[in-house]
Structures are given as C-alpha cells and as structure tokens.
Nanobody
C-alpha cells in the first residue's frame, strides 16, 4: 500500500520561494495521480494541482498558475511542489494525496500528514 509524507515547509518572506516534497513508499503504478492540496486557517481544504506518475500532464488552479510548479522524480518516488513569488495568502498546511487514476471515478484516498507553510509580509 502506498504511503505519502510531505516535507519542506517553513517560514518565508513574501516574494520568496519554497520547495515541498512528497515522498511515496510502497509500489506506485504508472497510472497513479499525485495531487497537492492546502488548507488555510478558517478555510476549506482546496485543490492546488496534480501530476500523473507517468507522462507530461500537470494541472494547476488559477490561483497558483505561473507561480507553482509540480514535478516528479520517479527514481526517488518523490513529487515536488516548487512555490515561487509566495504571498501571505499562500499560508496554509499543504498536503499531498494519491489516487489510482485520472478519471473522476477515482478519489484521493491516500494522504500525507501535511506540512506548514507560512508566508510573512
């Protein structure tokens, strides 16, 4: 069974950058999808973006498009979230999650523990 764990969060000034890592243990299959989510204080958890384990398809929500980049290193079983031009609205707990395929028939059912990102003004 796949297990996920996030790391790389911390405190950064507005305009700065952070790179989060999502490390997967267990067997990850080629059709697997890793998504990034975040939850800010007083807000619902929201989807940030996702990447397929194989292929070139990457998706982002408008709020982070052009600032955040999702990439992967299959040899290390790790997905990265590179965050540039951070602003205080990006402050949240960031989670990675996995599902068995891109179809809406699949749901994100494997979650990491989260890592805190705090952006100061």
């Amino acid at each position: 069974q796949v297990q996920l764990g996030e790391s790389g969060g911390g405190l950064v000034q507005a305009g700065g950058s952070l790179r989060l890592s999502c490390a997967a243990s267990g067997r990850v299959f080629s059709g697997y999808v890793i998504g990034w989510f975040r939850q800010a204080p007083g807000k619902d958890r929201e989807f940030v973006g996702s990447i397929r384990w194989s292929g070139d398809s990457v998706y982002y929500v408008d709020a982070v498009k052009g600032r955040f980049t999702i990439s992967r290193d299959n040899a290390k079983n790790t997905v990265y979230l590179q965050m540039n031009n951070l602003n205080p609205e990006d402050t949240a707990i960031y989670y990675c999650a996995g599902k068995l395929g891109a179809s809406t028939l699949f749901k994100y059912d494997t979650w990491g523990q989260g890592t805190q990102v705090t952006v100061s003004s």
